[in-house]
């Protein structure tokens, strides 16, 4: 049979195929784009992360309440705010809401936000795949925080060592509601990751290569390998303790002979990856900021890019420095000593680029630039104690105490953080179409300032002192009076200053109905988002920008005379693109990804309390996969006779007979009948 | 000086009007499509989660004495052996179907596809069959560190075989409902990385799980 020409089972192929699509009910795309539907469905990049942000701004106020109650708990000796067991659960879900809920979507929402901007793409690889994502994450943190009203909280720590975190010691549904959520949180980052890994690499405007990426667009690249290969490792753990917990499994049952130092091992194979994927997105926006401010570009990029991704690699080969007394042998110590010692390398050069860049710049103490510097300052005392936990010795001494909680502090806290605030104020007229108020603002940072030295600062004290982390309370007569109760006021100074910002975005908005638009380039920046308009129109460029060089925007606003001086070459209006987004053709919305997503906590109540609600939020996932797979076709070719894709300019000079819109319509729908994402 | 400058404006606005981008679909950076690369980025990431899984019954692959039976008083090297072997023609059939709808022969696709789904299936009513006879000589979910660990592990890879199996089953639908031309054989391609991460990742638990005593 000759199988190339006469094929009789062989189905039309090749040329397009003549199929109606009726869609019906729920079939149907949702199309309005405004009102709070919009949100619900969307698949716009820029919405996501502006969700993700309010999603990471609501946590923060649970997380700081609970750091608040932390605090007044040890304000004096032997407080009587909460018992022990209430302490154990809240000092928990702080810092699982700290670094899941919080500096994790933080990071998320600007590398959703920004990173299709900085590369000039329409949006990300698929845009339904970032809405479950989004979801994802926002059901999982929601379905976490539900413990509190269905028998209390996780009461084993972030790090949920074993064989503390077995049903033994911790009877309650608390720790299953951890797993469960952050295993629906880890979804969401995994095709995170993978959707921005693929927009990175694939989709970059032409002449951006990859040595002329924005920084921040590299840091973002680092973070989403780093949770690509670390989420799978904390989510194997999380089901072994899963296992555990409901079906008697033996992972963890030291009477079995478990080891319950797998638990460990496997934890901070993730978790220590993860502490750089939380510190890198900021580090890339401080490398946004500080050169837009010095009026200079960053100092050693291709240095700054490759220390970064040393970081993500060394990240790696470093777990095990949290585990220094917990009788891994001294071989193994001394290993990871060294290693920790190194990784401090490429986080000086960091250092040292920024200061550099600072170095005989025109520097504006803008609000961003004020906690672009703080970051620096507070991120390297952190650092500096991070040395000194490298010590193996010393770091016998330290673990456990007040001090390590003050070394973290200051390099998430101080460090993130500090970068996500500056940040904030940054983009905040890119997102939203107005400045936030300077005076207010800078206020901001100095309460801020204030407020984290003297929460943390006194922290090491306390912990050279002797003071334990994780209890409850402590004596009276140790010398741990006076620095609790600074330690306190500090942090209520810091929640202070967390008001005064979102005071201050409510007020600014209203101011800004009399004060002229901030344009497209309130800064005067450097790297390409800042050439859209403000707030970003929905088809960001239109047209997609060509790169030259790193930093191209501002060198279609900026040449060098013959003696290498700067000198403007265009007025910033005429290099921004006014353009109405004619012809720019975007993905519809979607109800699917949440439907999807929402099945998720369903499942999860179901494995916890009554076996039919795993069973109808299996449905309800499996309904939700059905309909996306199934979802009309919606593909931006259809609708505008697109001519200047490679596909028709090889096809020019022939005779090509008039494209019909239907014609057109229906061999893309055949196409594309299961549009991707 | 002025001169140049409007000219190097204009540059810029020509340059970025015909920049054959716009759609991205049509061309990627790496010339490797987002589907693809999303595949082989998930991929990446179930190295680590089998990485885990395949520690976690290495440490504990000896139960405490007297706890149940040790893995070398149940396996049953030969009948496992015949189920890998199933296990690893699938990856062959897969190819077989990859080739064909390449060639344009939606049949061959079809009976390939349908001949992947079939072996793969087999290798799980192996492995079902063998989970109960492994009950039965008194090895339970519970009985052991090592029991826990071999049905998370081997479960775990069972889930993956049946998601795959699901996969096939969609293609072969889609090829029936005329959706699968050949100039969309990349979705088959996809469909078969995962197949063949799955036989790759059966050999690696075979060889540590049932042959190394």
């Known amino acids: ?677 | 000086m002025a001169e140049t400058v409007t000219h190097h404006r204009e540059l810029l606005a020509e340059r970025d009007a015909h920049a054959p981008v716009a759609h991205p679909d049509h061309a990627t950076n790496t010339g490797i499509s987002n589907t693809k690369l999303a595949m082989w980025l998930f991929l990446a990431s179930e190295c680590l989660l089998f990485g885990g899984l395949i520690t976690t019954y290495l440490l504990y692959k000896h139960p405490l004495p007297g706890s149940g039976p040790g893995p070398h008083d149940v396996f049953d090297i030969p009948f496992t052996s015949a189920s890998s072997f199933v296990l690893l023609m699938s990856s062959l059939t897969m190819v077989l179907a990859v080739s064909a709808i390449e060639r344009g022969d939606h049949h061959r696709l079809r009976v390939w596809l349908v001949g992947t789904a079939l072996l793969g299936a087999t290798f799980i009513a192996g492995q079902v069959y063998e989970f109960t006879v492994f009950y039965n000589e008194g090895l339970g979910y519970t009985t052991s560190r090592f029991s826990s660990a071999f049905y998370t592990l081997t479960g775990f890879h069972g889930v993956h075989v049946t998601v795959g199996i699901i996969m096939l089953v969609s293609l072969v639908l889609l090829s029936l409902r005329g959706r699968l031309p050949e100039h969309r054989s990349e979705t088959v391609e996809i469909v078969g990385l995962y197949w063949h991460f799955v036989d790759v990742v059966w050999i690696l638990i075979f060889a540590v799980v049932y042959l190394i005593p």
Not at chain 1, 501 to 519: E, M, T, W
Not at chain 1, 547 to 568: A, C, M, P, Q, S
Request: aromatic residues 14%.
């Open chain 1, 1 to 677: 049979m000759a199988l190339t020409e006469s094929r009789p089972l062989a189905l039309p192929s090749g040329e397009p195929t003549e199929v109606e699509f009726h869609p019906i009910g729920v079939f149907e795309r949702p199309k309005s784009k405004r009102g709070w539907r919009s949100w619900l469905t969307t698949v716009d990049h820029k919405k996501i992360g502006i969700m993700y942000g309010a999603a990471a701004l609501f946590f923060l106020l649970i997380a700081g309440s609970e750091a608040l109650l932390i605090r007044a708990q040890l304000w004096s000796p032997r407080g009587t705010l909460l018992s022990a067991d209430a302490y154990n659960q809240v000092y928990t879900m702080h810092g699982t809401t700290a670094v899941f809920l919080v500096v994790m979507p933080l990071g998320a929402a600007f590398a959703n936000y920004l990173m299709p901007l900085q590369i000039g793409a329409r949006d990300v690889a698929f845009p339904r795949i970032n809405a479950f994502s989004f979801w994802c994450f926002l059901v999982g943190g929601i379905f976490l925080n539900t413990s509190w009203f269905l028998g209390g909280g996780a009461d084993g720590g972030w790090f949920m060592y074993a064989p503390n975190n077995g049903v033994l010691y911790s009877p309650s549904h608390g720790i299953d509601f951890w797993n469960l959520g952050l295993i629906m949180t880890g979804i969401g980052s995994l095709t995170g990751a993978i959707n921005l890994i693929v927009t990175v690499l694939n989709m970059r405007a032409p002449g951006m290569t990859l040595m002329k990426m924005p920084v921040f667009t590299w840091m973002t690249l680092v973070t989403q390998f780093l949770l690509l290969f670390a989420i799978p490792v904390l989510t194997t753990a999380q089901f072994l303790l899963l296992f555990d917990r409901l079906f008697d499994a033996n992972f963890f049952n030291v009477a079995q002979g478990a080891n319950p130092l797998l638990w460990q091992h496997l934890f901070w194979i993730f978790g220590h990856p993860e502490v750089y994927l939380m510190i890198l997105p900021a580090f890339g926006l401080v490398s946004e900021m500080l050169p837009v401010f010095s009026r200079k570009p960053i100092f050693g990029y291709p240095f700054i890019v490759f220390s970064g991704v040393a970081i993500g690699f060394m990240g790696w080969g470093v777990w095990a420095h949290h585990m220094f007394v917990s009788g891994i042998g001294p071989i193994s110590v001394t290993t990871f000593s060294l290693t920790t010692m190194f990784i401090a390398v490429p986080t000086g050069v960091k250092i040292l680029n920024w200061t550099a860049t600072m170095w005989g710049g025109k520097l504006r103490f803008t609000s961003p630039m004020l906690f672009s510097i703080g970051l620096i300052l507070m991120f390297t005392l952190g650092g500096l104690s991070g040395v000194s936990h490298s010590i193996a010795p010393a770091d016998t001494q330290q673990t456990d105490t007040y001090y390590i909680v003050a070394h973290f502090h200051y390099v998430l806290f101080g460090g993130a953080f500090f970068g996500f605030m500056g940040a904030l104020y940054f983009y905040w007229p890119k997102v939203f179409g107005y400045m936030l108020d300077e005076r207010i603002g800078k206020a901001n940072f100095w309460l801020l300032l204030a407020g984290f030295n003297l929460t943390f600062a006194p922290m090491h004290v306390l912990g050279l002192q002797g003071m334990s982390r994780r209890v409850y309370t402590y004596d009276a007569g140790f010398g741990f009076e006076i620095w609790n109760k600074v330690a306190t006021i500090g942090a209520f100074t810091i929640a202070t200053s967390v008001l005064l910002f979102i005071v201050n975005i409510f007020l600014s908005r209203k101011r800004a109905k009399d004060l002229p638009p901030p344009g497209a380039d309130p800064w005067d920046a450097r790297t390409i988002e800042w050439m859209v308009p403000s707030p970003t129109p929905e088809w960001n460029f239109d047209p997609i920008p060509t790169i030259e060089r790193v930093d191209d925007f501002w060198y279609r606003k900026y040449g060098e005379d013959e003696n290498g001086n700067l000198v403007r070459v265009a007025e910033t209006d005429e290099v921004v693109q006014h353009s109405d987004g004619k012809g720019v053709h975007l993905p519809s919305p979607s109800y699917w990804p949440l439907v999807t997503a929402l099945g998720l906590p369903i499942i999860g109540y179901g494995l916890l309390y009554t076996w039919w609600l795993c069973l109808i939020g299996g449905l309800v996932v499996v309904a939700g996969l059905y309909g996306w797979a199934m979802e009309p076709p919606d593909d931006p070719d259809a609708a505008h006779g697109d001519e200047h894709g490679p596909d028709d300019e090889t096809l020019e000079g022939a005779e090509l007979p008039t494209r019909e819109p239907a014609a057109v319509a229906a061999a893309v729908e055949e196409q594309e009948a299961e549009t991707v994402g």
